[in-house]
């Protein structure tokens, strides 16, 4: 059995390592990373992130940690494109078709404030399972596959969840219905 001190070596080595695999391939990350989504700062963000998430979890031998390094940087910014796709998705649902060139941009303005404010207030009522699971989906672009195996449940439960969770966004954006009455005779 090998002394606690060479397991401590060990580990000091291995993270000397990291650090210096990292530095040489971290040019080579930041182009891929711009390459695919298409800004520097970004990308020079996402490899950073990517340095913080290796440097707190546990080590991981890999025999070719370049190409590893590089595996996971168009992982991420794969990861990346996929979150601002689902943002975008969000975004472009919430958006009102104005067809009467009538309304002005401000009574349009108000409006999309009001329903993203009601469907906030919705999202808050449902259950706290029905509301993570709607987030996960529409703000993380998750699959339902993916839902149902991250929270140990299964793929009927989160199509029931969401839903649940679609209906109550679509009430809260409905108009009132109605009055039941009928005409002429008072209240």
């Given at each position: 059995?090998?002394?606690?001190g060479?397991?401590?070596?060990?580990?000091?080595?291995?993270?000397?390592?990291?650090?210096?695999?990292?530095l040489?391939?971290?040019?080579?990350?930041?182009?891929?990373?711009?390459?695919?989504?298409?800004?520097?700062?970004?990308?020079s963000?996402?490899?950073?992130?990517?340095?913080?998430?290796?440097?707190?979890?546990?080590?991981?031998?890999?025999?070719?940690?370049?190409?590893?390094?590089?595996?996971?940087?168009?992982?991420?910014?794969?990861?990346?494109?996929?979150?601002?796709?689902?943002?975008e998705?969000?975004?472009?649902?919430?958006?009102?078709?104005?067809a009467?060139?009538?309304?002005?941009?401000?009574?349009?303005?108000?409006?999309?404030?009001?329903?993203?404010?009601?469907?906030?207030?919705?999202?808050r009522?449902?259950?706290?399972?029905?509301?993570?699971?709607?987030?996960?989906?529409?703000?993380?672009?998750?699959k339902?596959?993916?839902i149902?195996?991250?929270?140990?449940?299964?793929?009927?439960?989160?199509?029931k969840?969401?839903?649940?969770?679609?209906?109550?966004?679509?009430?809260?954006?409905a108009?009132?219905?109605?009055?039941?009455?009928?005409?002429?005779?008072?209240?």
């Amino acid at each position: 059995m090998p002394a606690e001190g060479a397991n401590d070596a060990d580990g000091a080595s291995g993270r000397a390592r990291f650090v210096q695999v990292f530095l040489a391939q971290r040019a080579q990350m930041e182009a891929l990373v711009s390459r695919r989504i298409g800004c520097r700062a970004t990308a020079s963000d996402l490899v950073q992130e990517l340095f913080l998430r290796f440097w707190r979890r546990p080590q991981v031998k890999v025999e070719a940690l370049d190409t590893y390094l590089l595996r996971c940087a168009g992982n991420i910014a794969i990861d990346h494109l996929r979150s601002e796709g689902a943002r975008e998705r969000v975004n472009d649902s919430l958006q009102l078709e104005v067809a009467d060139d009538h309304v002005s941009a401000p009574h349009v303005a108000l409006e999309v404030n009001s329903d993203l404010q009601r469907i906030e207030a919705a999202l808050r009522e449902l259950p706290e399972r029905t509301r993570q699971i709607f987030l996960l989906n529409r703000i993380h672009g998750r699959k339902y596959a993916e839902i149902a195996k991250a929270m140990g449940l299964s793929q009927s439960a989160v199509e029931k969840h969401m839903m649940r969770a679609l209906e109550a966004c679509k009430a809260s954006v409905a108009p009132p219905p109605a009055s039941t009455r009928k005409p002429g005779k008072a209240p």
